[in-house]
């Protein structure tokens, strides 16, 4: 706490609330006694000035463009580790040394079987269902496999939790998108490290040998720690939320993935295809486009260009942009939806319309593209941001168990009728 005050003048009455330090970025005014002290609460639709906890995982800024994981800047990150190191971090607090990033590499490949009983849930499932519904609805099946309540002042039992959920749900991911091509079922090759297993899982056709091609592993393993944390945004205040009823992991996780489906929080990145395939319909005429989004009375707007957070570029969006011009350069592939993406990028960077109102092509926009390259059907993108964002999910889940945070209850302002008597239905 800092010494430093809020006084609330109000009825006659001064209150005095304590400001809450940060390391770094907003601080806080602890408004608890508030209530019963006053009577009133605080309105803030959407959470943009309320903060919901005390975290040390993920920070950002998003006036001067900054991410950092544990304290370590994102492009140091992306440049020099891996997502199963990244996942480390987020979890643990600390880079792992050798010994201990082998032994959680090895726990996760221990853990990576999926029970042949998740095979007829998944059956059961039509081809046509949501990949997010069926992602879903496996990760909380999760929970009837492994009932026994994690015990939270046990390390090693919130440390096995924690591996096993990302040792079974990079198989759910997979098999889920295989459900949706009528492809047989993988179990996983413990020769491989996380993303090149989940690449073979994915995309191995049977009866064919199956390469593994490091440039696209490459763009996966950045995509994922990319998109591994972002403070507390929907997905993870959910996975929060349902967690602080003492919820286990799974159905917790399970709760997440069901936030991360709304086409406002993880649909970004197929919205972006879809737009760029709206264009090749229309013709393929960039300018065109361009002009409905400059105009105010149309209400079009180019997908995948600035952040509600970030005011300044994306600096997730600068470091997979290369992935993805190495990704369409290796591939050498032919698509007239990604020469357009091409030409809004260019727009994007030198029309002093985007560039006066910051409007930058985001990571949802690369992110959209690199999929779409590799030949993910677009209802499948989220399910790639889940991949990618589970880290995050644990760690928050965890820490907030660890530090005892009460159960999520918030309040509200009623405007509905006041008191009335009942009226019997012949008489209304």
């Known amino acids: ?64 463009g900054e991410l950092f994981y544990r304290g370590y800047p994102i492009e140091q990150i992306a440049e020099k580790s891996n997502f199963t190191e990244v996942m480390y971090l987020l979890l643990h607090g600390e880079l792992p040394t050798q010994d201990q990033y082998t032994s959680f590499e090895n726990n996760i490949k221990n853990y990576n079987f999926i029970a042949e009983e998740m095979k007829k849930i998944i059956d059961a499932f039509p081809r046509s269902a949501h990949p997010m519904g069926v992602l879903s609805s496996l990760t909380s099946a999760l929970t009837a496999f492994n009932p026994k309540a994690v015990n939270v ?57 199956f390469e593994i091609d490091p440039v696209v592993v490459d763009a996966l393993d950045k995509l994922l720690i990319l998109h591994a944390d972002h403070e507390q945004n929907c997905s993870t205040s959910t996975v929060r939320m349902v967690g602080s009823a003492h919820t286990g992991l799974f159905a917790s996780i399970s ?26 319909r229309d013709g393929g005429d960039v300018s065109k486009y361009v002009a409905k989004a400059k105009d105010k009375n149309d209400n079009f707007r180019l997908m995948g260009f600035g952040h509600r957070v970030y ?32 030409q809004l990028e260019r727009v994007a960077l030198e029309d002093d319309y985007f560039v006066e109102r910051k409007l930058y092509p985001n990571v949802d926009f690369y992110s959209g593209i690199i999929y779409r ?37 918030p309040r509200q302002v009623y405007q509905g009728a006041q008191q009335r008597d009942y009226i019997d239905i012949a008489n209304r």
């Open 153 to 209: 002042n046990s390390k090693e039992e919130m440390d096995h939790a924690a591996e096993l959920m990302i040792a079974k749900f990079s198989h759910l991911c997979a098999w889920t998108y295989r459900k949706t091509q009528g492809l047989p079922l993988n179990h996983g090759d413990n020769s491989l490290n996380y993303v090149e297993n989940f690449y073979k899982m994915t995309f191995r056709l049977p009866n064919e040998e």
């Open 311 to 342: 005011k300044n570029f994306d600096p997730r969006a600068k470091i997979i942009k290369k992935a993805a011009d190495d990704i369409l350069n290796a591939l050498g592939i032919q698509d007239k939806a990604l020469d357009i993406a091409m």
């Open 1 to 64: 706490m800092s010494d430093n005050k809020v006084i609330l003048n109000y009825d006659g009455n001064s209150y005095e609330y304590p400001i809450v330090d940060s390391t770094i970025g907003d601080r806080g005014i602890d408004i608890s006694k508030l209530r019963d002290q006053t009577g009133l609460i605080t309105l803030d639709l959407g959470y943009k000035n309320t903060g919901a906890t005390i975290s040390e995982i993920t920070y950002l800024d998003g006036d001067k």
């Open 255 to 280: 709760a997440g993935v069901s936030a991360l489906w709304g086409p406002l929080h993880g649909g970004a990145n197929q919205a972006v295809i879809e737009m760029l395939e709206l264009i090749e």
């Open 373 to 409: 390259a590799l030949g993910i059907p677009t209802e499948m993108f989220t399910v790639m941001f889940a991949l990618g964002r589970l880290p995050g999910w644990i760690a928050q889940w965890k820490e907030m168990r660890l530090k005892g945070d009460p159960i999520g209850r």
